[in-house]
């Protein structure tokens, strides 16, 4: 790998998932799948009944949770659609882990 792509390592992207989403363990679901892509950042229910979150780490891992968040969520939940903003690079990830925020 060259300089210039040592220089964005990872991707950060903000989250919001809309539909039949609390309620059905979906912040749960969301910090265990993205435990275990070794994506760091945070879930948590938003008093507008959406998921709000934010994701960092690599960017074949970030596009697998996109897809997760976008049209499989957690069992029993009904996902309308999945905003996605604020999309940057990092060189080093802020997040010691990813955790449910309350």
Not at 32 to 51: F, H, P, Q, Y
Not at 58 to 66: G, N
Not at 81 to 97: A, I, P
């Amino acid at each position: 790998m060259g300089v210039a792509e040592d220089a964005a390592l990872f991707l950060q992207v903000d989250f919001e998932v809309f539909g039949n989403v609390q309620g059905c363990y979906f912040t749960k679901y969301t910090r265990d799948m993205c435990a275990e892509l070794n994506i760091r950042g945070w879930v948590k229910n938003s008093k507008n009944g959406t998921i709000l979150g934010k994701m960092q780490g690599t960017k074949p891992e970030i596009h697998k949770m996109v897809e997760w968040l976008s049209k499989v969520g957690s069992p029993g939940c009904k996902i309308e659609r999945c905003e996605l903003t604020n999309w940057g690079t990092l060189v080093r990830l802020d997040y010691k882990e990813f955790s449910i925020r309350f």
